[in-house]
């Protein structure tokens, strides 16, 4: 295993503190509970948090700022964050108006974000994001995983908190968006978790994981390697088949996401097939992001991410941001 690093136990908290430098001007960093907070507090809206493991960057500690995240918890690489980095981060950021937790749809995260909500003495509810749709279920999930679809949760339900919106409301919105929203990825390489110090799956040089997870976990099944017009049309295919009647005619939201390993240059080749493929089906293509925002650590592969747009989600979608990893309209 080559990497950069001293210290494995000590990775997360050389890399956290490393992001805390680079964006002092946006986020603080605390710990013994590991959290990290925006620099500058919100006042009187909702507060907004999200977490899960290491290993996704940006995700999650990435879209911390003003119009998204208030706060986020990591744990360990593709490990859970325990529910007191989540108390802890609620007591920091709360205003009086509640907090909205975000969470992708793992047994770890669920279990642990349900009980820092019935501990917590503050006012909150749970969106739970469940975008992928390659697998229905899997051995770290019961139901759907959430997936690269999370990014476009957090932004549009973040701009509805900061623009004053009511727990409630912050609430509906998220789970709208998580209905409208379907994600698949696959893989050319396995991802190495440090502390395993070897490739989570062993994959030939001729095979791709179609469906594969953003922790390793496997997809719908394993493939012969193909041009990316054969690969990307059975994605868009797989995705407009769960989006069903909600994809005709619609307008939507295009995510080309990098898993960690794989060139931009690849990613809009990918892009410029998906968007054709959208096309061809009478789909509308009116907001795009192409990059590198929910990896797997240095996994080679990509995901693609469709959100059918409505009036409210465009505009919050639409609204200023102000983070390490999104940022426009400020």
């Known amino acids: ?3 950069f690093v001293n210290n494995v136990d000590n990775m997360l908290t050389e890399s956290l503190s490393g992001f805390e430098k680079a964006h002092s ?10 959290y990290l907070t925006r620099k500058t507090k919100a006042e009187n809206k ?4 999200s977490g899960g493991g290491a290993g996704h960057e940006p995700l999650h500690a990435g879209f911390i700022g003003k119009g998204m995240l208030d706060a986020a918890c990591p744990g360990q690489v593709f490990t859970s964050p325990t529910p007191d980095q989540m108390m802890a981060a609620a007591e920091a950021v709360d205003t009086g108006k509640g907090v909205l937790f975000i969470a992708k749809n793992y047994a770890g995260d669920v279990m642990n ?5 019935e501990i917590l003495s503050i006012k909150n509810a749970t969106v739970l994001t469940s975008d992928d749709c390659a697998v229905i279920n899997s051995t770290f999930t019961d139901g759907r995983r959430g997936v690269a679809g999370t990014v476009i949760v957090e932004k549009c339900v973040g701009s509805y908190a900061e623009a004053g919106a009511d727990l409630a409301t912050c609430k509906v919105l998220g789970d709208k968006i998580n209905a409208q929203t379907a994600s698949i990825g696959v893989a050319f390489t396995s991802c190495t978790v440090p502390a395993a110090g070897k490739p989570t799956f062993k994959i030939s040089e001729t095979e791709i994981e179609m469906g594969v997870g953003i922790h390793g976990e496997p997809g719908r ?6 041009e990316a017009d054969a690969i990307i049309k059975d994605i868009v295919d797989a995705i407009l088949t769960d989006l069903a009647d909600k994809a005709k005619s619609a307008e939507v939201l295009l995510l080309v996401n990098g898993l960690g390993a794989t060139p931009l240059m690849e990613l809009y080749l990918i892009y410029n097939i998906a968007e054709k ?10 907001r795009s992001l192409v990059g590198n925002y929910t ?8 995901s693609i991410t469709v959100c059918i747009l409505d009036d409210e989600i465009k505009k919050h979608w639409d609204s200023p941001v102000h983070t390490a990893a999104l940022r426009w309209g400020v």
């Not at 974000?113 to 909500?117: D, I, K, L």
């Not at 099944?221 to 193909?226: A, L, P, V």
């Not at 493929?277 to 009116?286: D, M």
């Not at 990896?295 to 990509?302: L, N, Q, V």
Request: charged content about 25%; glycine content about 6%.
């Open 113 to 117: 974000f349900e009980m820092a909500g």
């Open 46 to 49: 909702v507060a907004v948090i």
């Open 25 to 34: 001007d946006l986020v603080l960093l605390h710990l013994e509970p590991n």
């Open 1 to 3: 295993m080559k990497k």
């Open 295 to 302: 990896t797997a650590i240095d996994m080679s592969g990509a």
């Open 221 to 226: 099944k394993r493939e012969t390697m193909r």
């Open 277 to 286: 493929l959208l096309q061809e089906q009478g789909i509308t293509i009116i």
